[in-house]
C-alpha cells in the first residue's frame, strides 16, 4: 500500500510539473512532448485504478495517435517565436476568465466524490469485460449518441477538405 | 529457482534472443539479397561470412559520431534511443512458450501475461513512432523532416487498419491476452480438430501482415528512408551506432512482428500432433518454442522475399492502399465475423 501511494505521489508531480511546462516552455514543439509525458503519468493512473484496457487505450488513441497527429501539424507549421502574431491584452484577458472558470467548473464537478472512494484491488472496473458491460448494458444511448457525433465530426472534416478542391477546380 | 529469478532469466534471454535474431537478420538479409540476385553475398568474415554481423556492428561503434551543429542534442539522442526501447519493449507480453515443470512448480515461457496483451503491444508500437519523428525533427533537415513525416503518417495509417483487422480475430476468440488466444488454437490436427486462427480469418491475417510491412517500415512500404527522394529519410543526419540503433531497431520490430503473426494467426508453440505423441509436458513445451521460432524464421524470410521482389510503391499509392483498400476491407471482415459469432450463436 506504502509503494502504491508513493507512486501515486511520483506520477501526480510527473504529470502537474510537465503540465507546467507544456504552458511555459517557449518552444512549440517541446510543449507537445511535455504534453505526452503528461498523458503517460495519467496512463500510469490508469493502471493504478486496475483499469489497464483505460490505461491502453489512453495510450494508443491519445498519446500514439492524436498527439501525432499534433507534432505532425507543428513540424510542418515551423512556429517560432518570431512568426507567432502578438496577442492584444483583452484576448489574454479573456482567455485567462474562461479557463478559471472552467476550473471553478471542474471543481464542482469532483466536490463531493470523496465519498464515493473505490478500492481498486477489490472491483475489476477497468477490465475489458466489465468496461463492455458497463458501455453496452447502462450506458448503451449516450455510448450510440457519442459515436454518432464523431461519425458527424468525421463527415463534416471530409466536406470541409472536399469543398476546398472543389472551390480551386471552379476558379 | 524462485518464481522472481525465473522471470528475471527469461527477460535477460528475450532481449539476448531478440538481440541475436535482429544481428544475424542483418546477414540473412543480404545472403537473401544475394540469393535472389544470383550473387555471394558476405562471405569474408569467417565461415560463410557468419561473423558479418559482428564486423558490422563493430564498424558502427568505431564510426566518428557526428552531432549537426543546430539540432537540439538532447532530442537528437532521444530519437534513436525512443525507438530502441519501444522496439525491445513488446517482447515481454508474447508467450514464447508453453508452462515448463521444474522440480514440480509450472513456470510460464511468457514474462506477463496481461489481459490486454494484444492492446500492449499496439501502444508500444504507436510510441515508437516518436523515435522516428523526434529523430527527423531534431536533425534539423528538410529530407530528416519529410522523412519523419511520411514514417508517421504512414504508421498512423496502417495502424487503423492493422487494428480493425485484429478486432475480427479479437471477436472470434473472445480475448485480448496473447497467452489466450495462443492457447485457443492448441490442439490441431490430430485427436480433437482445431485449426489455426489463419483457417477462420485469411483475410484478417492477410490485412494483418500488410499493416505490418508498413509498420516496419519495410520494402515495398520503405517510403521513410526512399534513397532516390530523401537521401536517407528521416536518418541522414545520423551517424556511427545512433544510426546502428535505427537499422537494428527495424530489425528488432520485424523479428517482432513476425513473431506476433506467428502468435496471433499461426498456432504461437502450437503444433499439429502435440497432444497425440505421449511427449511429457516438458518435451512439448520445449518443441512448441522450437516450432515458434521455425514460424518466426520463415516470416523473416518472408519479409526478405517480399523485399528483394516487389518494387517500392509511390506515396500516393501507399495512402489509398492503406485507406481506400485495407480499411474498408477489413470494416467488411469485421462485419462478416459478427455476422457468422451470431448466426451460429442462434443455432
Known amino acids: ?171 | 529457482m524462485t518464481l522472481l529469478l525465473f522471470k528475471v532469466l527469461l527477460i535477460l534471454a528475450v532481449f539476448a534472443i531478440s538481440l541475436f535474431m535482429a544481428a544475424y537478420s542483418t546477414y540473412a538479409e543480404r545472403k537473401v539479397a544475394a540469393f535472389m540476385q544470383d550473387r555471394l553475398g558476405p562471405d569474408r568474415a569467417g565461415p560463410f561470412g557468419l561473423l558479418q554481423p559482428l564486423a558490422d556492428g563493430l564498424k558502427l561503434f568505431m564510426k566518428e559520431e557526428i552531432t549537426p551543429e543546430v539540432s537540439n542534442k538532447f532530442l537528437f539522442v532521444l530519437g534513436p534511443s525512443l525507438f530502441m526501447i519501444t522496439a525491445l519493449m513488446t517482447g515481454v507480453v508474447i508467450p514464447w512458450g508453453n508452462l515448463l515443470n521444474i522440480d514440480g512448480i509450472n513456470y510460464s515461457l511468457q514474462i506477463t501475461d496481461i489481459n490486454i496483451g494484444i492492446l500492449y503491444v499496439f501502444g508500444v508500437v504507436s510510441i515508437g513512432v516518436y523515435g522516428i519523428m523526434i529523430g527527423g525533427w531534431a536533425s534539423n533537415n528538410k529530407f530528416s523532416l519529410l522523412g519523419a513525416i511520411r514514417a508517421s503518417a504512414q504508421m498512423i495509417s496502417y495502424e487503423v487498419a492493422m487494428g480493425l483487422s485484429i478486432i475480427a480475430l479479437v471477436m472470434m476468440t473472445g480475448t485480448l491476452s496473447l497467452k489466450e488466444i495462443c492457447e485457443y488454437q492448441a490442439g490441431g490436427v490430430g485427436g480433437n480438430w482445431n485449426f489455426w486462427n489463419v483457417v477462420y480469418q485469411p483475410l484478417s491475417f492477410l490485412i494483418f501482415m500488410i499493416c505490418a510491412f508498413a509498420e516496419c517500415n519495410r520494402a515495398p512500404f520503405d517510403l521513410p528512408e526512399c534513397e532516390t527522394e530523401l537521401v536517407g529519410g528521416y536518418h541522414t543526419e545520423f551517424s556511427s551506432m545512433k544510426l546502428g540503433l535505427y537499422l537494428f531497431a527495424e530489425y528488432i520490430n520485424m523479428f517482432i512482428s513476425s513473431a506476433t503473426m506467428a502468435t496471433l494467426f499461426f498456432g504461437g508453440y502450437n503444433f499439429p500432433f502435440m497432444h497425440d505423441l505421449g511427449l511429457s509436458q516438458n518435451a512439448i513445451t520445449i518443441i512448441g518454442t522450437g516450432v515458434l521460432f521455425g514460424k518466426i524464421i520463415f516470416f523473416i524470410f518472408f519479409f526478405m522475399w517480399i523485399r528483394w521482389t516487389i518494387p517500392r510503391f509511390r506515396y500516393d499509392q501507399l495512402m489509398n492502399l492503406g485507406w481506400k483498400g485495407l480499411l474498408p476491407l477489413a470494416i467488411g471482415n469485421l462485419l462478416i465475423t459478427g455476422l457468422f459469432i451470431l448466426l451460429n450463436n442462434r443455432g
Open chain 1, 1 to 171: 500500500m506504502e509503494f502504491t501511494n508513493n507512486l501515486f505521489y511520483f506520477l501526480s508531480f510527473v504529470a502537474v510539473l510537465s503540465a507546467l511546462m507544456v504552458v511555459f516552455s517557449k518552444n512549440p514543439v517541446h510543449s507537445v512532448l511535455y504534453l505526452i509525458i503528461t498523458f503517460f503519468a495519467i496512463a500510469g493512473h490508469y493502471i493504478l485504478l486496475n483499469a489497464q484496457f483505460l490505461a491502453a487505450v489512453h495510450v494508443i488513441v491519445y498519446a500514439g495517435a492524436i498527439m501525432v497527429l499534433f507534432l505532425y501539424v507543428i513540424m510542418l507549421l515551423n512556429l517560432n517565436q518570431e512568426t507567432e502574431p502578438h496577442k492584444s491584452t483583452l484576448i489574454k484577458l479573456a482567455a485567462a476568465i474562461s479557463a478559471g472558470l472552467l476550473l471553478v467548473v471542474f471543481v464542482g464537478s469532483i466536490r463531493g466524490s470523496e465519498q464515493m472512494m473505490v478500492q481498486p484491488q477489490q472491483v475489476e472496473v477497468g477490465s475489458v469485460k466489465d468496461m463492455g458491460r458497463v458501455l453496452f448494458k447502462e450506458f448503451l444511448l449516450p455510448f450510440e449518441i457519442s459515436s454518432v457525433l464523431l461519425l458527424v465530426a468525421m463527415i463534416g472534416a471530409v466536406m470541409l477538405g472536399k469543398n476546398e478542391e472543389e472551390g480551386k477546380n471552379a476558379s
